[in-house]
């Protein structure tokens, strides 16, 4: 007597769901998530921050780039903590935005949206960071070694309208991406159980990345602010080894003069 035979499995696409002990996919997962707050989030903040520092003026916004590039072993600290978790964080990022389906054209829900939001978010800060960290850190004025000319060249790249819009769309999606990434890794780590922590710790993620937004669109601005227009190339210039310094002076002199 014949059997009837088994149902063929369906060969699931995408990007499968997380469960504990299954291969290694896990551990990297988690370890993606914890990346885009630790170290990468908090360095996104700071960097925020210390760019609004030119609302200052070019001098003020020179002296914060020659703080942080004398920071001890700041090179090391800037590969360990920036670079390589980046590359980890945005090459895995990038992995799992292939391999998974948005299905927002059949399930319009909310979720869905902000699956394929952090997705395109991802991709356009990805690009964005690659072409800043060449054109500002590894091309032109060696910024680390001339913070007086940090202000003139990010001014000059500035002054074009297509590097302008591309500032200002890369700013927007970052935070964007940041903000929902924080309520994705409370979400995933367990920090918000239920539908209405999670509701309510949306909103606050949705104030804190808009703040940010503003912040580093404000910061943005005082580079093409009319008030700073046509900023010293280098606010610090070196001083030129042949030029002598008086010698202090000695003081008035305690002897006497002779009768």
């Known amino acids: 007597m014949a059997t009837a035979a088994a149902p ?16 290694h996919s896990f551990f990297w997962r988690r370890l ?20 609004f520092e030119a609302v200052n003026g070019p001098l ?9 590039n004398s920071l001890p072993l700041v090179r090391v600290l800037e590969w360990c903590f920036i670079f390589i978790p980046l590359a980890f964080h945005a090459l895995y990022g990038v992995w799992i935005a292939f391999r998974g389906r948005a299905t927002v054209n059949v399930y319009p829900w909310a979720g869905n949206w902000g699956y394929l939001t952090q997705r395109i978010t991802g991709i356009i800060a990805l690009l964005y960071i690659v072409q800043h960290l060449w054109r500002q850190r590894f091309s032109g004025v060696s910024l680390p070694e001339h913070p007086g000319a940090a202000f003139a060249k ?4 500035l002054h074009n309208p297509w590097m302008l819009a591309i500032y200002v769309i890369a700013m927007i999606a970052t935070c964007w991406h940041f903000a929902y990434g924080i309520w994705l890794f409370a979400a995933k780590w367990g920090i918000t159980p239920g539908d209405k922590a ?37 606010v610090m210039p070196t001083q030129p080894t042949e030029i002598a310094l008086p010698a202090p002076s000695a003081g008035p002199s305690n002897a006497t003069n002779p009768q």
């Open 60 to 68: 003020a916004y020179a002296q914060q780039v020659k703080f942080l």
């Open 198 to 234: 999670r509701q309510r710790f949306g909103y606050v993620c949705a104030a804190a990345g808009t703040a940010l937004c503003v912040l580093g669109l404000v910061g943005m601005y005082a580079f093409i602010n009319p008030k700073y227009a046509n900023a010293p190339e280098d």
């Open 154 to 157: 990010v001014q000059h790249e």
């Open 32 to 51: 993606h998530s914890l990346s885009g707050i630790v170290p990468i989030g908090a360095f996104l903040i700071e960097h925020i921050v210390s760019n």
């Open 8 to 23: 063929a499995t369906p060969t699931l696409r995408g990007v499968q769901p997380l469960r504990a002990g299954e291969g």
